[in-house]
């Protein structure tokens, strides 16, 4: 079955560094991947979409990367903020639901 | 645009009583609603699927008759916790899936549950 993995660990980037996270899995490639946020005791937000056939997309500071080769999602965030503070989650396409995974949490330093 | 609510976004309730969710999109039609338990840093586990109209098709492991989802029209889908137990406390967040949409859900903001 598919697994995602993505960094348990907390992830310190200084205030205006870029930020890089990422989501791994395991088994078939997805037709398409998104990233959220989530903020404490918060439903998550929806960031990012990225298909099977585009390579990366932009979006403001954000840039998230698709490798299917690598079986690979990259999350960017560049000029990095405090605000940017958060667990970030990757979910994937499954069958008519999303594959989540466990995210990683991001703490911007000021 | 795309805006999900959630009602109550705390309780507490005492063991053995039931508790009543509610999740409504506000500006959009959504066919297809979610139901999500989520542990302190943990992943999001899907409870189950609720299509508006028919019945909810739970996750394996979920207990149909302990947590009653209805999905009575496009807007509204609820989710009842019966004869709660302090096991049933958890973050209990929904999401819906605009009509004609395959992709992304929105979230509402979730519901704290925690029972004495």
Known sequence: SQKIEQNSEALNIQEGKTATLTCNYTNYSPAYLQWYRQDPGRGPVFLLLIRENEKEKRKERLKVTFDTTLKQSLFHITASQPADSATYLCALEGHYQLIWGAGTKLIIKP | ?116
């Open chain 2, 1 to 116: 645009g795309a805006v999900v609510s959630q009602h109550p976004s705390r309780v507490i309730c005492k063991s053995g009583t039931s508790v009543k969710i509610e999740c409504r999109s506000l500006d959009f039609q959504a066919t297809t609603m979610f139901w999500y338990r989520q542990f302190p840093k943990k992943s999001l586990m899907l409870m189950a699927t609720s299509n508006e109209g028919s019945k909810a098709t739970y996750e394996q492991g979920v207990e149909k008759d302990k947590f009653l989802i209805n999905h009575a029209s496009l807007t509204l889908s609820t989710l009842t916790v019966t004869s709660a137990h302090p096991e049933d406390s958890s973050f209990y967040i929904c999401s819906a899936r605009e009509l004609g949409g395959l992709e992304t859900q929105y979230f509402g903001p979730g519901t704290r549950l925690l029972v004495l």
